[in-house]
């Protein structure tokens, strides 16, 4: 019978070969947690855009599915959004803890100027994409600017990321992560902060082309309204006016309206729209002399577009003119537009637009208000043509009854006289009038 053989000792396993599946598992790991980051990245992208085209033209779900989306991934603790107008940096939406949102929106609009030479916002000005401080307490700002301290200190912010929005060459605003432990972020998670930045850019870019097709359609419809106005009612400027101060002020978000019409040697208010009781009935009783050197008169004779940003900034208001005076201080007015009305180079009247708040009118809006007022242009020009065929036509139709009646009243002028003074009163609108031969 034969005996059982002994069992072989296992074989040992290299030293070598435990470090090599030791490092081979490090690997897969790595491998596995890239790929789980790469997807959650995707997932994350692919839901912003579908945010982006299920709201066009309105950016606020856009950055705020945007900011929850890169802190969350970046391990930030706080995430903002600010746009650039040119001036200053303002929060146009954050994510995080609501009372750091909270403590951002009191501190309103960084400006440009106030910002430090070497501070994150100066430098992304200045033409930087990306600024990385890994612990804000080392900066510059930090040591020497209080004010730059308390604020660092009051959000318990260490480690920093600015990535700038950038259309081309133009700066369009920030998006900026933070967190309380000095840790720098890694290049894939800045990568992953520009790539979002790249994709609020397309946003705003959508908007911004939204805004300017609907802004066109809207002003394109309120020409056409104006122009079937002015069609509907040939000689009536009453209606055309009122059309015209409506769309303008409904277009440039602006509160009162009122053409002012040259009438000899004054200038007085022909239509108001917007203004209440007090300052309509100043508007209506004001006469302006043509050659006097209120604005009003000076825009219309030299035919020029006044747009002041302050009224109580102007040289009219400081010099007491009752107009200026009075549209301050009693109608709360702040900006205004005058535009012209001119005819070749006859200044016809003015068309101007008031806001309550001091908000400049944009390059675009006075654009649109000299459209109106070539409009009103045309309107009055139509008016005087219809008006002197009119009167041509009546004058002809005087000349002809009164010549019928001479025909059939040979030797008789009474009823020639009659007539003659009853078309002469009509026509030159007299009360009464006679006719003698005495010297």
Same mark, same amino acid.
């Given at each position: 019978? =034969?005996?059982?053989?002994?069992?072989?000792?296992?074989?040992?396993?290299?030293?070598?070969?435990?470090?090599? +599946?030791?490092?081979?598992?490090?690997?897969?790991?790595?491998?596995?947690?890239?790929?789980?980051?790469?997807?959650?990245? %995707?997932?994350?992208?692919?839901?912003?855009?579908?945010?982006?085209? $299920?709201?066009?033209?309105?950016?606020?779900?856009?950055?705020?599915?945007?900011?929850?989306?890169?802190?969350?991934?970046?391990?930030?603790?706080?995430?903002?959004?600010?746009?650039?107008?040119?001036?200053?940096?303002?929060?146009?939406?954050?994510?995080?803890?609501?009372?750091?949102?909270?403590?951002?929106?009191?501190?309103?609009?960084?400006?440009?100027?106030?910002?430090?030479?070497?501070?994150?916002?100066?430098?992304?000005? =200045?033409?930087?994409?990306?600024?990385?401080?890994?612990?804000?307490?080392?900066?510059?700002?930090?040591?020497?600017?209080?004010?730059?301290?308390?604020?660092?200190?009051?959000?318990?912010?260490?480690?920093?990321?600015?990535?700038?929005?950038? #259309?081309?060459?133009?700066?369009?605003?920030? !998006?900026?992560?933070?967190?309380?432990?000095?840790?720098?972020? *890694?290049?894939?998670? +800045?990568?992953?902060?520009?790539?979002?930045?790249? %994709?609020?850019?397309?946003?705003?870019?959508?908007?911004?082309?939204?805004?300017?097709?609907?802004?066109?359609?809207?002003?394109?419809?309120?020409?056409?309204?104006?122009?079937?106005?002015?069609? *509907? $009612?040939?000689?009536?400027?009453?209606?055309?006016?009122?059309?015209?101060?409506? #769309?303008?002020? *409904?277009?440039?978000?602006?509160?009162?309206?009122?053409?002012?019409?040259?009438?000899?040697?004054? !200038?007085?208010?022909?239509?108001?729209?917007?203004?209440?009781?007090?300052?309509?009935?100043?508007?209506?009783?004001?006469?302006?002399?043509?050659?006097?050197?209120?604005?009003?008169?000076?825009?219309?004779?030299?035919?020029?577009?006044?747009?002041?940003?302050?009224?109580?900034?102007?040289?009219?208001? =400081? =010099?007491?003119?009752?107009?200026?005076?009075? *549209?301050?201080?009693?109608?709360?007015?702040?900006?205004?537009?005058?535009?012209?009305?001119?005819?070749?180079?006859?200044?016809?009247?003015?068309?101007?637009?008031?806001?309550?708040?001091?908000?400049?009118?944009?390059? #675009?809006?006075?654009?649109?208000?000299?459209?109106?007022?070539?409009?009103?242009?045309?309107?009055?020009?139509?008016?005087?043509?219809?008006?002197?065929?009119?009167?041509?036509?009546?004058?002809?139709?005087?000349?002809?009854?009164?010549?019928?009646?001479?025909?059939? $009243?040979?030797?008789?002028?009474?009823?020639?006289?009659?007539?003659?003074?009853? #078309?002469?009163?009509?026509?030159?609108?007299?009360?009464?009038?006679?006719?003698?031969?005495?010297?």
């Amino acid at each position: 019978m =034969r005996s059982a053989r002994p069992a072989r000792p296992a074989a040992a396993i290299p030293a070598n070969s435990l470090e090599t +599946i030791a490092e081979l598992r490090r690997e897969l790991a790595q491998a596995r947690a890239e790929r789980d980051e790469a997807l959650a990245q %995707q997932a994350a992208t692919t839901e912003v855009l579908q945010v982006i085209n $299920s709201s066009p033209g309105d950016l606020v779900p856009v950055f705020e599915a945007m900011l929850a989306k890169v802190r969350r991934l970046s391990g930030a603790f706080q995430g903002a959004l600010r746009t650039f107008d040119g001036e200053a940096f303002h929060l146009a939406a954050a994510d995080g803890e609501p009372d750091q949102i909270a403590r951002l929106r009191e501190l309103g609009p960084i400006q440009l100027g106030d910002a430090r030479s070497g501070g994150p916002f100066a430098l992304i000005a =200045r033409g930087e994409r990306v600024v990385h401080i890994a612990d804000l307490r080392e900066t510059e700002a930090y040591r020497n600017d209080p004010v730059a301290r308390e604020r660092i200190d009051a959000r318990g912010s260490r480690t920093w990321l600015t990535v700038a929005l950038r #259309k081309e060459e133009t700066l369009l605003g920030v !998006i900026n992560v933070t967190r309380r432990e000095v840790r720098p972020f *890694s290049e894939r998670e +800045i990568a992953l902060v520009r790539n979002f930045a790249a %994709q609020a850019v397309i946003a705003m870019e959508n908007a911004r082309l939204i805004t300017e097709t609907r802004e066109a359609l809207e002003q394109q419809t309120a020409t056409a309204e104006v122009l079937g106005i002015i069609n *509907s $009612s040939p000689g009536d400027l009453t209606p055309v006016f009122d059309a015209i101060l409506e #769309k303008a002020l *409904s277009l440039c978000s602006a509160d009162f309206g009122c053409m002012w019409l040259r009438d000899g040697d004054v !200038i007085r208010a022909g239509a108001i729209r917007g203004a209440g009781e007090e300052f309509t009935n100043f508007l209506l009783r004001e006469r302006v002399p043509v050659d006097s050197e209120m604005a009003v008169a000076r825009a219309v004779r030299e035919r020029f577009v006044i747009h002041q940003d302050d009224i109580r900034n102007g040289e009219y208001y =400081r =010099r007491g003119y009752p107009l200026a005076v009075f *549209s301050a201080d009693k109608a709360g007015i702040r900006s205004i537009l005058m535009v012209p009305l001119s005819k070749e180079e006859t200044g016809l009247g003015l068309l101007t637009i008031y806001r309550r708040e001091i908000k400049p009118f944009t390059e #675009k809006e006075i654009a649109l208000v000299e459209n109106f007022a070539a409009q009103a242009v045309i309107a009055m020009e139509n008016a005087r043509l219809i008006t002197e065929t009119r009167e041509a036509l009546e004058q002809q139709t005087a000349t002809a009854e009164v010549l019928g009646v001479i025909n059939s $009243s040979p030797g008789d002028l009474a009823p020639v006289f009659d007539a003659m003074l009853e #078309k002469a009163m009509h026509l030159c609108g007299a009360t009464f009038g006679y006719m003698t031969d005495e010297i």
